[in-house]
């Protein structure tokens, strides 16, 4: 017969491990992640207009997942992602061809998690079985050719987990504009990115409005304070 010491002992181990398996899965302080004395100033400028910390909780990235970046460039959301997912996470960083300054960042110990992926975006070397979490693509959708977009959006789908949120942040166009400020202004259509995305077999989830600027004409190459759409597609 167990002693009621026992019993006490037994239920307060399975309390601590109810607790610890909470942890590992609880919602991380996005805004505590961009205090980190590792980002660089250049990047800390940038938070204030990108809003890093709402659209993380938007997309409900969390610890232990497996992520991927694309077109990465120097690094900004892999870096906040590695911190995001931790150690038990994997953040893979794609770019067409990693930059010199970006090699050199990952050598920190704690980007350990990260994975660059170089190669053409519409044969993005992904995991294909289904086992990623969540992608982003930020303000870069609108850089790719029509031809890259389409193959790379069903490389995406094939590696997300059903369920799995794929994100697109860009400078939004005028509506029914579709490609035609994307080399001139910089922007892309957002009815034309629902269209493509949804078109390659995801389903669009919903939208922030968090980057949204209403006084933003939409008809100049405003970098630092567009409008910005920020759309949350799923994997059925």
Known sequence: MRTPALIRSIVAAMSLSVIGGCAATSTPNYSDILTLSTRPDAERALDAVRKPHEVMAFYEVKRGDKVAD?????????VI???????EGIVYAASAASRPDLLERVKQPSLANVRLIDGPLAK????????????????NYH????EVRGPMNQRVLAALKKGGTYGVVDHSAKEGSGNEATKTLHRIDRLLVI??????GFTLA???SMLRNPEDTRVTNQRENSD???LKFEKP
């Open 70 to 78: 694309l077109l990465t460039a120097r690094g900004y959301y892999a």
């Open 81 to 87: 992602l590695s911190h995001v997912v931790g150690p």
């Open 124 to 139: 993005i070397a992904l995991p294909q079985e289904g086992s990623l979490d969540f992608v982003i693509i930020h303000l």
């Open 143 to 146: 850089d790719l050719a029509p």
């Open 195 to 200: 269209k493509e995305v949804t078109g390659a």
């Open 206 to 208: 919903k939208e922030g």
């Open 228 to 230: 910005r759409f920020v």
